[in-house]
């Protein structure tokens, strides 16, 4: 059994001449799509790769880093990912963590590779994607034996750093990988139909249980893209290949929806699947009018990426995430211990088979995070109502304390959005001496609007307690993000930190 590879191989025996994927120009069945796998798989095995063996991969989204995912769970490897955005010590801390045996990169990163070579000792070969001919050559056709593999054997590590901005690599396992995309499945209603496309990289969590588990449990066919890079060019997608499933982050909803052209897009959606952080009630409105289908928010980490979800058939309520997804259990854990009653924020703790076993070493972390009874904290704060709906009220961490008083930002991001210049805005708290913390908003306005502000501040004050409103006000060009399209608030808090 290798449950990991058993993705692919299960949709070659049941349908091999379906497309699996589509990437730019180029089609690749299932059939094709094994049969190049297996020839890197055999090129991987001479240059010694086994069992257990750490295989990363960092680029931009391409079909080498598909077929190279599939060659290395082949083999029983373990999958990680570097961040092609990664400066020279982020690559040497992730690869000489894990430690990383080969590495697959793109032709910025191979370059930094090839000048820290000396740096990463664990390192046995880099292959680059601008060689893959190369490592083609290596391999044959060949039947390239499946490894078996045990359902608790590790098959992934993905790095997070959460809000904490320190590295830590969860551990996921054949089982965890195959529990998540069944739960997105089961919960988005995915058929063999579908078309699903992603804009999110690969070298995240989230991309992979959208773009690669979720699709192949059911055997959809992929459209594969290199990154988002605007609305427009999403919504060109959405239009030419017909795309029926859509997952991404908010701010390349907004994107989308601020640069939809009704003469040129036409779309076919029936679900749009969103998660990273909170959507406004009425940007999920907007969105669902101009892309004509349900937009339903989830919620999940790297560690658990589905934990609460909506799905299209279900009541829907503004703000919520909906019910646990899957087999998951959770609780709401009060600061003093005790369980959260209905109505009451807590923490939200989980377990079951999708969640991840374990940081890789780190013990301290694995202390804090992993506790008795087989739950993890997740760090985020949750409300449950009398019909079991959930909302995510913020992260622990993100919570601004202002004499005393707790403050949500999502609380005050959603009331911003409301005021009609408002493109995208983040809310954080700055030290100060009297009040300990004190709330500020950072603002990027829509194209063509302005405001200033004391008008956004009145605004806020005129729908939130005066004590939850801003005080000062940032106007930016753009916020700090990541390559996944989700805001960086850390980098926010540190600017206010700076004289």
Known sequence: MNQAYELLRKNVLRHP??????????????????????????ALVGLGVRKGDVLAHSSPNCLEVVIYTFA??????????????????????VANDSPVD???ACASV??????????????????????????????????CPIVECSPDDECSRFYTSGTTGHLRGAR???????????????????????????????????????????????????????????????????????????????????????E???????????????????????????????????????????????????HPFMVRKPGKVGYPV??????????????????EAGEVLVKGTMVCHAYWNRPDA??????????????DVAVRDSDGYYEIVDRIKDLIITGGANIYPMEVENTLYKHPAVGMCAVVGIPDSEMGELVRAHIVLKPGHSASESEIIEFARARLAHFKAPRSVVFRDELPMTANNKILKRVLRHETDEP
């Not at 730019?24 to 798989?41: H, K, M, S």
């Not at 290395?72 to 801390?93: H, M």
């Not at 191979?110 to 490592?135: M, Q, S, T, Y």
């Open 326 to 343: 899957g087999n998951l259990y959770v609780r709401l854990e009060r600061a003093d211990g005790a369980e959260a009653a209905d109505g």
């Open 72 to 93: 290395a769970w082949r083999l029983g490897a373990i999958v990680t990912a570097v961040n092609p955005l990664f400066k020279r010590d982020e690559v040497i801390s």
């Open 110 to 143: 191979a370059n930094l590779v090839e000048e820290i070579r000396d740096e990463l000792p664990h390192l046995r070969h880099l292959v680059r994607i601008d060689a893959w001919d190369g490592l083609l050559a290596l391999g044959s056709d060949d039947w």
């Open 172 to 258: 996921h396992t054949h089982e965890s990988t195959r529990a998540i995309g069944q739960a997105i499945v089961v919960n988005q209603k995915l058929q063999e139909n579908d078309i699903c496309l992603s804009p999110m990289p690969l070298f995240y969590m989230f991309a992979n249980c959208v773009v690669l588990y979720a699709p192949f449990e059911v055997g959809a066919s992929i459209v594969l893209v290199e990154r988002f890079t605007s609305g427009a060019e999403c919504n060109d997608w959405l239009t030419h290949h017909q795309v029926t499933w859509y997952a991404g982050v908010p701010t390349t909803l907004v994107r989308m929806l601020h």
């Open 102 to 104: 080969v590495i697959l």
């Open 366 to 379: 694995n202390r804090e995070t992993f506790i008795d009874g087989g739950w993890m904290r997740t760090g």
């Open 17 to 42: 001449d379906k497309i699996a994927i589509s990437f730019g120009e180029e089609t690749v069945t299932f059939a094709d799509l094994e049969r190049q796998v297996n020839r890197v798989a055999n």
């Open 260 to 310: 939809h052209d009704p003469a040129r897009h036409r779309f076919y959606l029936r679900c749009v699947f969103t998660a990273g952080s909170k959507m406004p009630p009425d940007l999920i409105a907007q969105c669902e009018q101009v892309l004509g289908c349900p937009v339903v928010e989830h919620y999940g980490l790297t560690e658990c990426p589905p934990v609460f979800s909506n």
